[in-house]
């Protein structure tokens, strides 16, 4: 019984796989999958993706974990099957291979190969070209996963290559805030600039650009500290034009006031009889 599901099992992997190949090949494969103990499968699979034969492989490392989903050759099935569609390096099969290095890190968080997981997992988002001015919401999310891996395995044989990655990610985000702050200072928003490269000092000591960056953090302070004192000036010369407007005011009213209360001529004098 148990043989007759392990063979419909390969018929419905191999059919779903294969469907637009002729019926001759899949008999052969189905054939082959059939008479192979899951050593023997794995091996084979291992045997088509170093030819590049990734979608053929693809079919052997699903059935595999298909049929054994508890067993640890299942789980690196498991994991060969994202590296087949991330072997392609296009945004859909990159999105499929993300999603399974992602099941695959919350599925299994005690396999030995999560690291790895975690690793292919940024790399799905590093593979295709990152631009500082443009979204950063693959750099970001390749950052969280690198960084994830050096914390939680720092013993892990890819703890090096991921540290590689995580400066590479911190390149690319470090020069965005170069940029904005560029942008700001250009159009002399200075207080704009300078906050942007002091987050950008704070969280991305290692910039290749450091010395430019502290060139002009120097110039916007400089720049906004002449502008402050600039308003400052401004501010005490409105005060005392204020104040000298009142002060006339008040004298205006003064001698208003005097005016009225003085004795006209002839008045408060006797009439002699």
């Known amino acids: 019984?148990?043989?007759?599901?392990?063979?419909?099992?390969?018929?419905?992997?191999?059919?779903?796989?294969?469907?637009?190949?002729?019926?001759?090949?899949?008999?052969?494969?189905?054939?082959?999958?059939?008479?192979?103990?899951?050593?023997?499968?794995?091996?084979?699979?291992?045997?088509?993706?170093?030819?590049?034969d990734f979608k053929k492989a693809r079919?052997?490392?699903?059935?595999?974990?298909?049929?054994?989903?508890?067993?640890?050759?299942?789980?690196?099935?498991?994991?060969?099957?994202?590296?087949?569609?991330?072997?392609?390096?296009?945004?859909?099969?990159?999105?499929?291979?993300?999603?399974?290095?992602?099941?695959?890190?919350?599925?299994?968080?005690?396999?030995?190969?999560r690291d790895y997981a975690l690793l292919m997992l940024g790399n799905t988002y590093t593979a295709l070209k990152l631009y500082p001015d443009r979204e950063l919401t693959n750099a970001l999310e390749a950052l969280k996963a690198y960084r994830q891996l050096v914390t939680l395995y720092p013993r892990s044989p890819y703890f090096d290559d991921a540290q590689v990655r995580i400066n590479q990610v911190q390149e690319v985000l470090a020069r965005h805030e170069w940029l904005v702050a560029r942008y700001y200072a250009r159009n002399k928003v200075w207080k704009a600039s300078e906050a942007r490269l002091k987050y950008l000092k704070e969280h991305y000591p290692n910039y290749s650009r450091m010395d430019r960056v502290n060139a002009l953090l120097q110039e916007a302070k400089t720049k906004e500290e002449a502008v402050n004192e600039e308003i400052e000036?401004?501010?005490?010369?409105?005060?005392?034009?204020?104040?000298?407007?009142?002060?006339?005011?008040?004298?205006?009213?003064?001698?208003?006031?005097?005016?009225?209360?003085?004795?006209?001529?002839?008045?408060?004098?006797?009439?002699?009889?």
């Open 1 to 52: 019984m148990k043989r007759l599901a392990f063979t419909v099992l390969a018929a419905v992997l191999v059919a779903g796989s294969l469907g637009s190949c002729k019926s001759s090949s899949q008999d052969s494969l189905l054939t082959n999958i059939n008479n192979m103990d899951k050593t023997s499968i794995y091996k084979k699979a291992e045997t088509l993706y170093a030819d590049g």
């Open 59 to 113: 079919t052997y490392y699903s059935f595999l974990y298909d049929t054994f989903p508890n067993d640890p050759l299942g789980h690196k099935a498991a994991l060969r099957v994202a590296d087949t569609y991330y072997q392609t390096k296009n945004v859909e099969s990159l999105t499929e291979a993300r999603l399974r290095y992602r099941d695959f890190a919350n599925r299994f968080p005690n396999d030995p190969d």
């Open 233 to 273: 000036k401004l501010k005490k010369k409105s005060k005392e034009r204020l104040k000298k407007g009142e002060a006339g005011q008040a004298a205006g009213k003064t001698a208003k006031n005097g005016s009225s209360q003085a004795p006209s001529a002839g008045e408060g004098t006797t009439k002699e009889d």
